[in-house]
């Protein structure tokens, strides 16, 4: 089934040429089915890059998917031109007022400063209070993972000396949970952040379970136990060149990056990058969309107490 997003978002002709089904909103309007409502709150700099790299995974699914895309302010972006932002974006006044089934927030390029110190940071917290009673399911990416935990639960981040950037190897912790249904053993995952979660705090957490973790990168995949937030530590929606743009451009600004770490054949930036995450995170976002959100939802979004726990199923 198609992702449905807005007429002309430039996301649409690089989805179609991967064969990947999008449907317009004028198409779907024709359509009597109950689509899953999903909006993404990107904090990402460069909006249509993220747009599509999170589009591409949605639409990698049989359900049918309604997407909203909202801002957090209405301030010029420097890597996305007004116009987009107005045409495309919603600003969380309109949708203050509605239900969703699932709700993304990507991360940000904000690893260094302390939340209480982010310009925005009052209204990413009242976006997640917000979504605690509006959203079935809240899916949270790298940065806002972080946010998310510290802000729900008190968890606190340690600063890393040097930029985590790479592909790593990570467990599966739970041998049956429908989060991970499908996925093998061990699998790959990229990272590309400047803090971490202490994994024995969120371990001791009652109200958190750790998913899947790695040796060199800490927790990957946390899950509430009421199954409402989702917490991923990594970026399963980058495609292959991401993290060489990004080193390339740490490059040019003089930042002295490390090399991303499992990346490049045989570690050396001047070779081809290889891709070995795309099929998890793939899968990870079709378990979440199926199992958290469209068996949890209620039909009637009017309704978010009528959603399914999952001990009566």
């Not at 972006?77 to 709700?103: A, C, P």
């Given at each position: 089934m198609p992702v449905r997003i807005p007429d002309h978002l430039p996301a649409a002709g690089v989805l179609e040429s991967e064969n990947i089904f999008v449907m317009s909103e004028t198409r779907a309007a024709n359509q009597d089915i109950r689509p899953m409502k999903v909006l993404m709150l990107n904090l990402m700099p460069n909006k249509i890059e993220t747009e599509t790299q999170l589009l591409r995974l949605l639409g990698n699914t049989p359900l049918q998917v309604d997407v909203d895309l909202l801002r957090i302010h209405d301030k010029e972006?420097?890597?996305?031109?007004?116009?987009?932002?107005?045409?495309?974006?919603?600003?969380?006044?309109?949708?203050?007022?509605?239900?969703?089934?699932?709700?993304?927030?990507t991360g940000a390029p904000l690893g260094q400063i302390d939340f209480e110190d982010v310009v925005y940071w009052d209204h990413i917290r009242e976006i997640i209070d917000w979504s605690q009673e509006h959203v079935t399911s809240v899916l949270f990416l790298c940065w806002a993972a972080h946010a998310g935990l510290h802000h729900l639960y008190g968890l606190n981040r340690q600063i890393l000396p040097q930029k985590r950037s790479g592909v790593f190897v990570h467990r599966r912790t739970c041998q049956h949970f429908p989060l991970l249904r499908g996925f093998d053993d061990e699998f790959f995952a990229p990272h590309s952040r400047f803090a971490e979660m202490n994994l024995e705090d969120i371990k001791q957490h009652p109200q958190l379970q750790v998913l899947a973790e790695s040796d060199e990168a800490g927790a990957y995949l946390v899950l509430s136990r009421n199954n409402r937030n989702l917490f991923v530590m990594g970026h399963p929606e980058y495609q292959k060149s991401t993290l060489n743009d990004e080193y390339h451009r740490d490059l040019a600004q003089n930042l002295n990056p490390d090399v991303p770490q499992n990346y490049y054949r045989n570690d050396n930036p001047e070779a081809e990058a290889i891709a070995r995450w795309h099929s998890h995170g793939s899968l990870l976002v079709s378990n979440w969309l199926n199992y958290y959100v469209y068996q949890l939802t209620p039909y009637d979004l009017n309704d978010m107490t009528a959603m399914t726990p999952w001990e009566s199923r």
């Open positions: 972006s420097k890597h996305t031109s007004i116009d987009h932002m107005n045409t495309f974006y919603r600003d969380f006044e309109d949708v203050r007022h509605k239900n969703y089934d699932g709700l993304i927030i």
